[in-house]
């Protein structure tokens, strides 16, 4: 089995903020992520899909394949947007990097057609990310 990487990038503003908490409640969870006006991170998307090569071709899945398939169901989606405002999927997430990381799954998923999506890594910071493996992968290998 191989693992197949394209990372992409996108521009994007949120506010981290549960309306079911009192406005104490959510400064305490979020600090400053809690700002009333938002706050952007330049983020970095790596997609990984796993599989075999392709005999013929010698690849798992061609990466500008895998990078129209990023680009156009969540890259055009999400770039230079206030995730919790103007990003339909999102309506009624709080835009943490985990509940990102799951939602671009579940979007992007059924359009891997050779091999399986195996990992969502998505970074707010050089400092900052999550690993997602799906839903039916919590636990590592």
Known sequence: MMLVTRKLEFCASHRLHNPRFSDERNR???????????????YTLEVTVAGHPDPATGM??????LK??????L???VDHK???VDVPFLQETIPTL???????????EPHIENG????????E?????????????????
């Not at 992520?33 to 330049?42: D, F, I, Q, V």
């Not at 129209?68 to 169901?73: A, I, R, S, Y």
């Not at 985990?98 to 992007?108: G, H, P, Q, R, S």
């Open 98 to 108: 985990e509940n990102l990381a799951v939602k671009f799954w579940d979007i992007l």
């Open 68 to 73: 129209h398939l990023v680009q156009t169901h």
């Open 82 to 84: 206030n995730l919790n």
């Open 75 to 77: 890259i055009d989606s």
């Open 125 to 141: 910071s050089d400092r900052n990310f999550v690993v997602y493996r799906g839903k039916n992968r919590e636990r590592p290998d």
């Open 28 to 42: 305490e969870i979020y600090g400053s992520c809690n700002n009333p006006n938002g706050h952007g991170h330049n």
């Open 116 to 123: 399986r999506l195996y990992e969502i890594r998505l970074y």
């Open 60 to 65: 798992v899945l061609e990466l500008r394949t």
